[in-house]
């Protein structure tokens, strides 16, 4: 498939980046800064552009089979309305091109899945500490299931930079086995290249777990 990944130089993008191409996938990198992003692949091709602007939006979606937002903010635990802007313009440039198929990141903790959380997620971490980005995702969340979209929105545990293990839980009933847990990046990448022709959760919000 023809795949681009937005977020791709962020630290999950390019673990999607990464299980994309070991697929068979070719993948479009779309990166506001090139100097951040320094993977090489016969089957990788790299845009630079900024996702608030729709223009530049429009030219990366036209023609793909499907996108990747692994858009976030880094480290920081504030508000960032530039991204809730860029998931806009994604599903608006999405719809015109006639591409169907999206795969978001999310987060357990958002909406509903806040049953799904163990006791400090649930209580203290969530609601305390990342209540400015699951409120963003909130947002995002809600324009794309608006959309007419093929989408799955995909809610991890806390992301860590461990090696892959392939040995994960996904569906949207399972909860956090532990008061607090956490998955490496690399197996919600595994999970979410996956998505790309696997209507199994289709419209759905598959939370991701260790």
């Given amino acids: 498939m023809n795949v681009l990944v937005f977020g791709a130089s962020g630290a999950t993008g390019r673990e999607v980046v990464k299980h994309a191409l070991d697929r068979g996938h070719s993948i479009v990198a779309f990166v506001r800064d090139p100097n951040k992003f320094d993977i090489k692949h016969a089957n990788l091709a790299l845009m630079v552009g900024d996702v608030t602007e729709y223009a530049s939006v429009e030219q990366a979606v036209a023609g793909r089979d499907?996108?990747?937002?692994?858009?976030?903010?880094?480290?920081?635990?504030?508000?960032?309305?530039a991204l809730t802007n860029g998931v806009q313009n994604i599903v608006r440039a999405m719809d015109h091109a006639g591409v169907r198929r999206l795969v978001y990141l999310s987060m357990l903790g958002v909406g509903d899945s806040g049953r799904q959380l163990g006791f400090v997620d649930r209580y203290i971490v969530v609601p305390l500490l990342l209540r400015n980005v699951a409120a963003d995702h909130a947002r995002e969340e809600a324009f794309i299931r608006q959309s007419t979209l093929d989408w799955v929105i995909v809610r991890p545990s806390r992301l860590t930079n461990g090696p892959y293990t392939g040995r994960y839980r996904s569906g949207e009933d399972i909860r956090e086995r532990r008061p607090s847990s956490s998955i490496p990046r690399a197996d919600v990448a595994d999970f979410m290249v996956r998505q790309f022709a696997d209507d199994r959760y289709l419209h759905g919000t598959p939370a991701v777990l260790s």
Avoid: M
């Fill in 66 to 81: 499907a996108i990747a937002s692994a858009l976030g903010s880094g480290n920081s635990l504030r508000s960032n309305p």
